[in-house]
């Protein structure tokens, strides 16, 4: 699989699991605590609303309800068609959102047109990410904020090396017909072509966010996210909280 070709099979992937998206663990995000959780890196890091943001890679909607929820303008972007089609029903009718058809490495947005960008699991699939960071750069206005929640989900981290052999024992005894993470095959074989497909690391992203201009690269924890999580899950997926590392990272356009 070549990256040429790369873009098309992520966007065939992510379309075909449009319907059944949201009944996989880590997607759909529970109302109260957990989307309060979700929800307070916004309040920390995104500037005071309403302010123009820009949500990538938004999915079926769920990140963009909260943002939204927030009093921010919302445009939510997503490259699959039937993904995006499941958001715009969820939220049809609200004002100060606009969906939009179009790949987050090539956004198409005017310059400085945004206070803020936003995105959720994204990072990873990026098969060009050099070029993203700095559309993203030239899309925010000055003084403009990036938040980004993502992860590596190339192996377990040390601490999640025992919930994830109990996580496949599981599997194997009881398949999840839902879950699809780094464990299943066609996941597995995205994540192999990709440019973090060994991993993706808040000390990977630093200097290449900081060569696209940006500066303030800050770390924050996913912690509570992830409490919040096993507050409203069974054990099974109280374990997948456990597998991998992941972070928050908050960025800024200079200015």
Known sequence: MKNR????????????????????????????????????????????????????????????????DLGHEVTALDFAGPMLAVARAKHAGKPRLRFLLADAQ?????????????????????????????????????????????G???APSRMGRWPARLLALWERLSPDPHYDGAMGQRHAAIMGALPFG????????????????????????????????RRVNGLRNRLRTRVYERFILVAQKPG
């Open 198 to 229: 060994a991993g993706l690391r808040f000390g990977t992203l630093t200097p290449l966010l900081e060569q696209a201009g940006f500066t303030s690269v800050t770390r924050h924890s996913h912690g509570p996210i992830a409490r919040a999580q």
């Open 106 to 150: 090539q956004t198409m947005e005017p310059d400085a047109s945004h206070d803020a960008i936003l995105c959720r699991h994204l990072v990873w699939t990026l098969t060009r990410p050099e070029e993203a960071f700095a559309d993203w750069f030239r899309v925010l206005r000055p003084g403009g904020r990036l938040l980004v929640y993502d």
């Open 152 to 154: 590596d989900w190339a």
């Open 5 to 68: 070709d790369l873009s098309d099979e992520i966007r065939e992937y992510w379309s075909r699991r449009s319907e059944s998206f949201d009944l996989a663990f880590g997607h759909a995000i529970a109302p109260g605590v957990e989307a309060a959780a979700w929800a307070q890196p916004m309040r920390d890091h995104l500037p005071p609303a309403p302010s123009r943001v820009l949500e990538l890679g938004c999915g079926t909607g769920e990140v963009t309800r909260l943002v939204h």
